[in-house]
């Protein structure tokens, strides 16, 4: 593949020679409800499945090793992923509650610190209009 860089200079791009860019990608795998259930009840006992566990699995559902073993590589990610956010929104809980509990203890220790008195606001005399082109 050739391609000009920058200064117009042309390149040759080289690939190995395994990557084959003209074939389609291969379709992404549906999985039915009953496959799902099992692989979700399969990782609840065990979040890595090898070997023989893995073949028979894979039999068991008509899926193939690969199939069991990338499903539970994006499973792992997946709970991960959600192990993490699920720390961050305890962890901004507790920020929130902390703030809270201060606001709370701030108005019970001091609660004349909040009365404030201002000096009366004149009302406008009875003569006063707006300008509404203002």
């Known amino acids: 593949?050739?391609?000009s860089d920058a200064n117009g200079a042309v390149r040759e791009l080289?690939?190995?020679?395994?990557?084959?860019?003209?074939?389609?990608?291969?379709?992404?795998?549906?999985?039915?409800?009953?496959?799902?259930?099992?692989?979700?009840?399969?990782?609840?006992?065990?979040?890595?499945?090898?070997?023989?566990?893995?073949?028979?699995l894979a039999d068991q559902l008509?899926?193939?090793?690969?199939?069991v073993k990338v499903w539970f590589q994006n499973r792992r990610t997946k709970y991960k992923r959600d192990k993490m956010r699920d720390a961050e929104v305890q962890q901004s809980n507790r920020v929130d509650n902390y703030?809270?509990?201060?606001?709370?203890?701030?108005?019970?220790?001091?609660?004349?610190a909040l009365t404030c008195s201002f000096p009366p606001v004149p009302y406008p005399s009875p003569s006063f209009q707006l300008n509404p082109k203002f």
């Open 99 to 112: 703030a809270a509990n201060n606001i709370l203890k701030f108005l019970h220790q001091a609660p004349t």
């Open 14 to 56: 080289v690939f190995p020679k395994g990557l084959d860019l003209d074939r389609p990608k291969r379709a992404r795998t549906t999985f039915s409800a009953d496959q799902l259930h099992q692989l979700e009840k399969e990782f609840q006992n065990n979040q890595y499945l090898v070997g023989r566990d893995r073949t028979e």
């Open 1 to 3: 593949m050739r391609m």
């Open 62 to 67: 008509g899926l193939t090793e690969t199939q």
